[in-house]
């Protein structure tokens, strides 16, 4: 039996159904579920952290992103390029990946997002260069590895630039040979129970790199075997025109005439829908990833965030691919989506405790999760402490519910916690030695990119 305790904390924001604030309570877990929160607990246990000038949040989930793009942020020939461009030049990277690249950009990215308070990780991977092997087990293990909590996808392409898609043909595969390896993966990783630390999620990339066909027995056998699906959705007007020219419906019509709608799908970016097609989003459980600073990099736009809330449709937050973010920092995120609706929808602009709510209960309901997104008796043991003391929250402590929308956090937070154990202590990893991971990943992005 594994068991921790954090003693007085001072401020616990659960994110629960009450939206409750407790301060000076104990938290107590064991077996990686959180057993029980109260004053003065009589638990012992293993390892005991004080709380007394801690504050303690729900991890965070990051619902959308690409890992393998850790190794290739912020190159000098894409800076100004918009995505169907962007993604044209990258790809002639991407074709290189292997499984020691998606090992060492995973401990880098998942790192990172472990160091900022992320404690479960959907990573979209939909790149597979012939030849490579299991590269979803690679990336399994080095979740593992960190202690992260994954949801990887089987994501998939099978059109290249000659049927007038953007990949090169190195990197699409047939239809038939998505569906076996995507049975054979869910068979193998998938795990549905309660506290699960591997689940799989069926993700082809999107409407203008992959056929009509492979969506539509993408969504049937998801339906099979009872897992997500997901898929870039509405990120640019190029997307748009891409699907009125070529199939006369605009982009969700088209997804939902492939039975691409429901409260087992989610999108990400969801930013050019139309009024109409919120209320479709709504009415059908449809979720949204929202990525605000790829949107902003890429110039893609502001997804109307605000209005969604507003109709109940869900929405997570997510860092998207490390090239279209440049990092993997989801409580940035929640700053910068705070500012930037601020910004765009005044008073009408979520609150930064309801982004961060969309971080933590938003995130785990497009994911399908009842068991994360909140510090709740009963849930998994996935929270983040940080310390009030620190220099860059002076004079910023008095509302810890909001203080991370308006005020953010500069460095990594003090502790993580996943599953019960403690992964981050004092702002660094636990299971892995970072200076020697920095130095072997910094030779493997090196050797990647010159090849």
Request: hydrophobic share 35%; proline share 3%.
């Amino acid at each position: 039996m594994s068991t921790l305790m954090i003693r007085n904390i001072s401020a616990l924001v659960t994110c629960n159904d009450a939206d409750e604030l407790l301060n000076n309570v104990d938290l107590y877990c064991e077996d990686g579920l959180i057993r029980a929160i109260g004053k003065q607990l009589p638990q012992k246990a293993d390892r005991e952290i004080d709380g007394t000038y801690l504050f303690c949040y729900p991890g965070l989930i990051n619902t959308h992103h690409h890992l393998y793009q850790q190794f290739s942020r912020n190159l000098p020939q894409v800076q100004n390029m918009e995505l169907f461009d962007w993604l044209k030049t990258l790809y002639e990277i991407w074709k290189n990946l292997d499984q020691t690249v998606i090992r060492y950009s995973g401990l880098t990215g998942m790192g990172e997002l472990m160091k900022n308070g992320c404690t479960t990780c959907f990573d979209h991977h939909y790149v597979f260069p012939a030849g490579t092997g299991d590269l979803i087990g690679a990336q399994m293990r080095t979740a593992d590895e960190l202690g992260m909590r994954m949801v990887s996808s089987r994501g998939s392409m099978d059109l290249s630039v000659k049927d007038g898609g953007l990949p090169p043909d190195s990197v699409v595969q047939t239809v038939d040979e998505i569906m076996k390896d995507s049975a054979y993966l869910i068979e193998k990783y998938h795990d549905p129970s309660f506290g699960s630390m591997h689940q799989i999620v069926l993700a082809p990339c999107s409407p203008f790199s992959v056929s009509a066909e492979l969506l539509k027995q993408s969504a049937i056998l998801a339906r099979q075997y009872g897992v997500r699906l997901h898929t870039h959705l509405c990120e640019t007007k190029d997307e748009e025109n891409y699907t009125l020219s070529r199939y006369n419906m605009r982009p969700l019509e088209y997804m939902e005439s492939l039975g691409w709608i429901g409260d087992d799908v989610w999108y990400a970016h969801g930013i050019h829908f139309t009024t109409a097609e919120l209320d479709v989003l709504a009415k059908t459980g449809t979720g949204v990833a929202h990525c605000p600073v790829s949107n902003m990099k890429l110039s893609s736009g502001i997804a109307r965030i605000p209005e969604m809330l507003e109709r109940g449709v869900k929405v997570g937050l997510a860092v998207d691919g490390s090239a279209s973010q440049d990092g993997s920092n989801l409580l940035e995120e929640i700053r910068i989506c705070f500012l930037l609706h601020r910004l765009n929808s005044s008073a009408k602009a979520p609150t930064g405790y309801d982004v961060l709510k969309m971080a933590t209960r938003g995130s785990a309901s497009l994911l399908g999760r009842t068991d994360i997104g909140s510090v709740e008796v009963g849930k998994c043991a996935d929270f983040f402490l940080v310390d009030s003391r620190r220099l860059e929250l002076v004079g910023a402590t008095y509302d810890p519910k909001n203080v991370f929308g308006t005020v953010g956090l500069r460095g990594a937070v003090d502790y993580t916690v996943v599953n019960g154990k403690v992964t981050v202590d004092q702002g660094r990893l636990v299971n892995i030695d970072e200076p020697v991971i920095a130095e072997e990943a910094r030779k493997v992005c090196d050797a990647y990119l010159s090849k």
